[in-house]
């Protein structure tokens, strides 16, 4: 069955620090992998995807995560932290085909430090 | 993107009441699904909301207890029924658009006293 695994449950960083959120999957074929954020009273904002094809994907707000396919992960990182980055962060796998449900990890609680 | 709009956004009600959930999308999309997030929780999914048919519910939803309707492509509701505090959450509409990305509403945040 697939499962997405988030290690850290809180992290906390300084504002300009570099960040890296870990999320590890299990699927036995090609996951279709996302990054959502939640802040604190609203829904999910998309922040990236991977399907296919480059490893490396770009996502909004400056972040970017890494599709390792040998170590089942999916780190998100950023090389600044902003103080309007504290937030929940949740990394999710989907079947591959698209269109399907999603499998959430329990999220990463972010504090960013002034 | 698609653009959901979920309706309520917050409610408070009554234990043993019914609360129906309306999600509304701006475009048609294939795949419509409702989670669920309890406090201080991660996402849990509901239910699929097929067009046409009845929805296909997850391990440990029942129809009796989340009826859900889609009479097209743009529309879904869903209702919680007979609410206990336990039913206490976000509950969240979800649409597969655009390449496969699936979007969520702003949620409905529920709170059952």
């Known amino acids: 069955a697939q499962s997405v695994t988030q290690p850290d449950i809180h992290i906390t960083v300084s504002e300009g620090a570099s960040l890296e959120l870990r999320c590890n999957y299990s699927?036995?074929?090609?996951?279709?992998l996302f990054w959502y954020v939640q802040s604190p009273g609203q829904g999910l904002q998309l922040l990236l995807k991977?399907?296919?094809?480059?490893?490396l994907v770009q996502g909004i707000k400056g972040f970017e995560a890494e599709f390792k396919r040998s170590q089942s992960s999916f780190n998100l990182r950023k090389p600044s932290v902003h103080w309007s980055d504290a937030a929940e962060y949740f990394c999710a796998v989907g079947e591959s085909g698209g269109y399907n449900k999603l499998i959430f990890g329990a999220g990463t609680r972010l504090a960013v430090h002034p | 993107s698609a653009v959901i709009s979920q309706k309520p956004s917050r409610d408070i009600c009554q234990r043993g009441t019914s609360l129906t959930i309306q999600c509304q999308v701006d475009s048609q999309v294939t795949m419509m699904f409702w989670y669920r997030q309890q406090p201080g929780q991660s996402l849990t999914l509901i239910a699929t909301a097929n067009q046409g048919s009845e929805a296909t519910y997850e391990s440990g939803f029942v129809i009796d207890k989340f009826p859900i309707s889609r009479p097209n492509l743009t529309f879904s509701t869903l209702t919680v029924s007979n609410m206990s505090p336990e039913d206490s959450s976000i509950y969240l509409c979800?649409?597969?658009?655009?390449?496969?990305?699936?979007?969520f509403g702003e949620g409905s945040w529920l709170t059952v006293v």
């Open positions: 699927y036995g074929a090609t996951p279709y």
């Open positions: 991977y399907f296919s094809g480059d490893t």
């Open positions: 979800s649409v597969g658009s655009n390449g496969n990305t699936i979007y």
